[in-house]
C-alpha cells in the first residue's frame, strides 16, 4: 500500500477496483416507479501506480459511474476509461503522463542518454478525461481540460475512440463544462493562438446530431472570438455563461504562465498546477458577445 501525502485526507484519494457486472444499490425511501433511465458520472478512481502515487485530486485517472433506474430499483456499474494515459501507466507500472499536479519522469530503466533525451521530446498533454461527460449528437464524451476528449459507450462504459479536438478547431483546449441548447447544439469556450502569436479565446459551436448521420465534430467551428488582456498568460477558464442572446466570459486573474508552461516542462519537471499564478493588479473583466449573428462587443467590457 502506498502512503498518500494527502494524510488526514487522504479518504478521497482511495483506489478503487472495476465491476464485472452491475450491482443493486441500497435505497433508502422510495423510488417512484415511473422514474426510469441513466444517470452517468465522472470522477478519479485511481491514485497509484506501481509505488507511485498521484499527487493531486484531478490527477486521479478516469472512472465512469453509472446508476441505472428501473421500475422503482437503482443498479450500480463503474469502468475506469481507457485513455492513453490509463493504459500506460497500468502497462509500465508508474506515471508515464504529466498530469495536473503530478510530474511523469522518464523511464529509471532506460540508460542516462535515453532518459536526458527524453525530457526533449515535447509537452505530452493528458487524456486523463475525469471531469465530465456530456453528449455530442448521439455519441457520448468524457472528458477534461486539454484538446482530448474520449467516446464512450453509455450502456457498457467501454472506451471507444479518442478524438483530438485540435485537428477540427483553432484552440488549445476546451472547458469540460459546456451549454447545450435543447436541439442539441454544444457551446463551449478554450484559448488559442491567433495571428502574430496574439493569445484569443474561442468560443466553439458543434452542431446537433446531423440528418446524414456524419459527425457533428467535423463540422465544428468558431463562432467568436474575444480578446486576452495578456499576450502570454491567459487567464485560466473554468466555464462560461450563456443566455438565449449573449455569451458572457469572465476573465479573472488567475493565469497560466505560458513561457513557463512551454520552457520548464521538460527542463525542470513542471505540473499544470506550476504554472498557475495570481495577478492581483489586474481585477476581474467580464465580456459581452452577441449570439446569433455572434460578434465581439469591444465597448461592453466591464
Not at 498533454?125 to 475525469?130: G, I, K, M, Y
Not at 453509455?154 to 447545450?180: F, M, Q, R, W
Not at 508552461?261 to 495570481?278: H, P, Q, V
Amino acid at each position: 500500500i502506498v502512503e498518500h501525502p494527502a494524510a488526514g485526507y487522504k479518504k478521497i484519494f482511495e483506489t478503487v477496483e472495476e465491476l464485472d457486472e452491475p450491482i443493486p444499490a441500497q435505497i433508502s425511501g422510495v423510488i417512484p416507479s415511473w422514474l426510469g433511465g441513466s444517470l452517468l458520472r465522472m470522477g478519479p478512481g485511481l491514485f497509484e501506480v506501481g509505488d507511485e502515487p498521484f499527487h493531486h485530486l484531478f490527477d486521479g485517472q478516469a472512472l465512469m459511474h453509472k446508476f441505472d433506474l428501473r421500475n422503482g430499483q437503482v443498479t450500480y456499474n463503474r469502468k475506469f476509461i481507457k485513455t492513453d494515459s490509463y493504459v500506460r501507466a497500468m502497462t509500465e507500472n508508474r506515471v508515464v503522463i504529466t498530469e495536473f499536479g503530478t510530474i511523469a519522469y522518464p523511464d529509471p530503466c532506460k540508460n542516462i542518454f535515453s532518459r536526458f533525451f527524453s525530457y526533449f521530446k515535447g509537452i505530452e498533454v493528458t487524456d486523463n478525461c475525469l471531469v465530465n461527460i456530456y453528449p455530442i449528437g448521439e455519441d457520448f464524451y468524457a472528458v477534461t481540460e486539454t484538446n482530448y476528449i474520449t467516446k464512450v459507450d453509455p450502456d457498457s462504459l467501454e472506451t471507444l475512440e479518442k478524438v483530438d479536438l485540435c485537428k477540427y478547431l483553432s484552440v488549445n483546449g476546451l472547458t469540460a463544462h459546456p451549454h447545450i441548447e435543447a436541439d442539441g447544439t454544444v457551446y463551449n469556450i478554450g484559448n488559442c493562438f491567433g495571428k502574430n502569436m496574439s493569445l484569443a479565446y474561442n468560443i466553439v459551436k458543434i452542431p446537433p446530431a446531423q440528418k446524414d448521420k456524419s459527425d457533428p465534430i467535423e463540422k465544428s467551428q468558431i463562432v467568436v472570438q474575444l480578446p486576452s488582456s495578456e499576450r502570454l498568460k491567459p487567464s485560466y477558464v473554468h466555464s462560461f455563461g450563456m443566455t438565449n442572446n449573449y455569451f458572457v466570459f469572465v476573465e479573472q486573474p488567475v493565469k497560466i504562465n505560458l513561457l513557463k508552461f512551454l520552457s520548464a516542462w521538460s527542463i525542470r519537471g513542471t505540473t499544470y498546477m506550476d504554472c498557475f499564478e495570481s495577478c492581483e493588479s489586474m481585477g476581474t473583466w467580464f465580456h459581452l458577445t452577441t449570439k446569433n449573428p455572434a460578434a465581439y462587443m469591444s465597448s461592453h467590457k466591464f
